[in-house]
C-alpha cells in the first residue's frame, strides 16, 4: 500500500496570511502514460463530510475559490491556502488514488487560526 | 446535483453484523463507482471498498472477507455489510462516489459497536 504522510500535524495561521500544509507519498503517484499525479486533497470541517478541493494535485474542483492551491509531482505535494480566512478552519486530508481501487489517506493537517 | 444519504442502526453488538444503506438522489446510480469509507474518531480516514453500479466490487484487503457491499439500481442505492464487528468498528461511516476522486460525500453516520 502507499502511505501518506502529512506534515505538519497542525499550524496555526494568522488571518490574511499564507497556510502551507505538505503531504509525502511513500511511492510515485505520477503515472506517466497520462502526465498526471493522482493526488487529491480535501477540507473536513467540524460535524461535516470531507469536501474535495482539488485533484490531480493541481486541478481546482469547480467552486473553489482559487485562494486554493496545490502543487508538487512524484512523492511531495503541497496544498496552499493564500490569504487565509475564518472559514478556512479544518482538517485537510490529501489522497493517493493511483492504486485504484486501493486508495489511501494522509492523517490529516489541523488548520487553527492564530 | 448528485446527493447521498447514509442510513442503518447507530448501535450494533460486538460480533454482530453492521448494516447501512446509501441513498442516491438527484442522479443515477447507473454506470458509476460508488465507496464506503469510515473514520474513527481522531484517526485518519479509511477506504473500506467499492462497488460499480453493475455489482462489480474491490474491496480494502484491511477489511479480508468482513465485508460484503451490494447495489440496488431500481431503488438507486448502495449498502455495506461488515461481520463480526468489535469496538474498533466504531467510527463515522461514509459513502461517496468514486470518480477522479471522492465526490460529493454523504454526511455520515456514526456506528457504535458496543453491548
Known amino acids: 500500500d502507499i502511505e501518506m504522510t502529512q506534515s505538519p500535524d497542525s499550524l496555526a495561521v494568522s488571518l490574511g496570511e499564507r497556510a502551507t500544509i505538505n503531504c509525502k507519498s511513500s511511492q510515485s503517484v505520477f503515472d506517466s502514460s497520462n502526465n498526471k499525479n493522482f493526488l487529491a486533497w480535501y477540507q473536513q470541517k467540524p460535524g461535516q463530510p470531507p469536501k474535495l478541493l482539488i485533484y490531480w494535485a493541481s486541478t481546482r474542483e469547480s467552486g473553489v475559490p482559487d485562494r486554493f492551491s496545490g502543487s508538487g509531482s512524484g512523492t511531495d505535494f503541497t496544498l496552499i491556502i493564500s490569504r487565509l480566512q475564518a472559514e478556512d478552519v479544518a482538517v485537510y486530508y490529501c489522497?493517493?488514488?493511483?492504486?485504484?481501487?486501493?486508495?489511501?489517506f494522509g492523517q490529516g493537517t489541523k488548520l487553527e487560526i492564530k | 446535483q448528485v446527493q447521498l444519504q447514509e442510513s442503518g442502526p447507530g448501535l450494533v453488538k460486538p460480533s454482530e453484523t453492521l448494516s447501512l444503506t446509501c441513498s442516491v438522489s438527484g442522479g443515477s446510480i447507473s454506470n458509476y463507482y460508488w465507496s464506503w469509507i469510515r473514520q474513527p474518531a481522531g484517526k485518519r480516514l479509511e477506504w473500506i471498498g467499492r462497488?460499480?453500479?453493475?455489482?462489480?466490487?474491490n474491496y480494502n484487503p484491511s477489511f479480508k472477507s468482513r465485508v460484503t457491499m451490494s447495489v440496488d439500481t431500481s431503488k438507486n442505492q448502495f449498502s455495506l455489510k461488515l461481520i463480526s464487528v468489535t469496538a474498533a468498528d466504531t467510527a463515522v461511516y461514509y459513502c461517496?462516489?468514486?470518480?477522479?476522486?471522492?465526490?460529493?460525500w454523504g454526511q455520515g453516520t456514526l456506528v457504535t459497536v458496543s453491548s
Open positions: 462497488i460499480y453500479s453493475s455489482g462489480s466490487t
Open positions: 489522497q493517493q488514488f493511483f492504486t485504484t481501487p486501493m486508495y489511501t
Open positions: 461517496a462516489k468514486a470518480g477522479t476522486a471522492f465526490d460529493p
